[in-house]
């Protein structure tokens, strides 16, 4: 069964999924190409869909071709994971208005147009995902990832690609501590990935947390063993997709930070938050475009130019 998708707005699909390998491999979200896999995984069923585009950056259509259609409710789902991945669901019309009035967001959101957050579609693996990635380089997350979702997940044969489903909560709450240190887990990540996914097991998830404000989802989350503040914001932001929350206390948005506002001077977790604060409804997707800044800039050095 296909079905297809028009963007509101403005689409790079290219820039938006580059995630998905810029650090490395992830076997549960398959880019490559002009082509997008992943396995939806839902109580009884692993449902494996593809995603192509056609078009240019402000007239794109998806079209998602799912393998086993077998339920309204399996394509309704399918939908909702497209839309989270792709970004959908943010309004980067109503950004680029208020963007160009900034002397940094302007040039950036014409260098980058069309780029969109791409958001987890489950609060298992952005948790697990934040978790990998805790005070680590992204390539050895990646790596950390990937070793966690072939060791766990479940791999499906989409044509002459091989994509895992990402692992349900059950398997991980019951993961051994001694098999994810042997993938290279610290015993400390070890215990935060168990902990969050017994949470997500008894019942934790996007929806529920989705009708809570942020104070309250950061206080939900911190609560659980291994997860700080750092964390909850990433997860308000990419997973939850608010647009309210800037990520302060990660070390790339300072130096984001100092790279674009602080002439090279490392601000303070407050200094980035009093700054993204005139920002709105918009600090997620502003820390977006000066993330992706961050990251051409850097190429430019390391490539002479």
């Given at each position: 069964?296909?079905?297809?998708?028009?963007?509101?707005?403005?689409?790079?699909v290219g820039a938006t999924l580059a995630r998905y390998r810029l650090w490395g491999e992830d076997p549960a979200n398959r880019f490559g190409g002009d082509v997008f896999r992943r396995v939806l995984?839902?109580?009884?069923?692993?449902?494996?869909?593809?995603?192509?585009?056609?078009?240019?950056?402000?007239?794109?259509?998806?079209?998602?071709?799912?393998?086993?259609?077998?339920?309204?409710?399996?394509?309704?789902?399918?939908?909702?994971?497209?839309?989270?991945?792709?970004?959908?669901?943010?309004?980067?019309?109503?950004?680029?208005?208020?963007?160009?009035?900034?002397?940094?967001?302007?040039?950036?959101?014409?260098?980058?147009?069309?780029?969109?957050?791409?958001?987890?579609?489950?609060?298992?693996?952005?948790?697990?995902?934040?978790?990998?990635?805790?005070?680590?380089?992204?390539?050895?997350?990646?790596?950390?990832?990937?070793?966690?979702?072939?060791?766990?997940?479940?791999?499906?044969?989409?044509?002459?690609?091989?994509?895992?489903?990402?692992?349900?909560?059950?398997?991980?709450?019951?993961?051994?501590?001694?098999?994810?240190?042997?993938?290279?887990?610290?015993?400390?990540?070890?215990?935060?990935?168990?902990?969050?996914?017994?949470?997500?097991?008894?019942?934790?998830?996007?929806?529920?947390?989705?009708?809570?404000?942020?104070?309250?989802?950061?206080?939900?989350?911190?609560?659980?063993?291994?997860?700080?503040?750092?964390?909850?914001?990433?997860?308000?932001?990419?997973?939850?997709?608010?647009?309210?929350?800037?990520?302060?206390?990660?070390?790339?948005?300072?130096?984001?930070?100092?790279?674009?506002?602080?002439?090279?001077?490392?601000?303070?977790?407050?200094?980035?938050?009093?700054?993204?604060?005139?920002?709105?409804?918009?600090?997620?997707?502003?820390?977006?475009?000066?993330?992706?800044?961050?990251?051409?800039?850097?190429?430019?050095?390391?490539?002479?130019?």
């Amino acid at each position: 069964m296909t079905i297809t998708l028009a963007p509101d707005g403005p689409l790079d699909v290219g820039a938006t999924l580059a995630r998905y390998r810029l650090w490395g491999e992830d076997p549960a979200n398959r880019f490559g190409g002009d082509v997008f896999r992943r396995v939806l995984r839902r109580p009884g069923v692993l449902a494996p869909y593809e995603v192509r585009w056609q078009g240019p950056v402000d007239a794109v259509r998806l079209t998602i071709t799912v393998t086993d259609a077998r339920s309204a409710g399996v394509r309704a789902a399918v939908v909702r994971e497209v839309r989270a991945i792709f970004g959908l669901d943010f309004d980067l019309g109503a950004f680029y208005r208020f963007a160009k009035e900034d002397v940094v967001l302007g040039p950036l959101v014409e260098a980058f147009h069309g780029l969109r957050p791409t958001l987890a579609p489950t609060a298992l693996e952005m948790l697990v995902g934040a978790i990998t990635a805790q005070q680590v380089n992204l390539a050895f997350a990646f790596t950390l990832r990937a070793r966690l979702v072939r060791r766990y997940g479940v791999p499906v044969a989409t044509g002459a690609d091989v994509v895992y489903a990402f692992p349900d909560a059950a398997a991980l709450a019951r993961a051994r501590l001694a098999s994810l240190r042997a993938l290279q887990f610290s015993t400390v990540k070890a215990l935060a990935v168990r902990s969050v996914a017994r949470a997500v097991a008894a019942g934790l998830d996007a929806d529920g947390l989705d009708a809570a404000d942020n104070r309250a989802v950061i206080e939900r989350l911190t609560a659980l063993r291994g997860v700080g503040r750092w964390t909850a914001e990433w997860f308000l932001a990419r997973c939850l997709g608010r647009g309210d929350v800037c990520p302060a206390g990660d070390l790339g948005v300072r130096k984001a930070f100092a790279h674009f506002y602080g002439r090279g001077r490392m601000p303070s977790e407050e200094t980035v938050r009093r700054r993204a604060a005139a920002w709105g409804p918009y600090q997620n997707l502003a820390v977006h475009y000066l993330l992706a800044g961050l990251r051409r800039a850097a190429e430019r050095v390391g490539g002479g130019s």
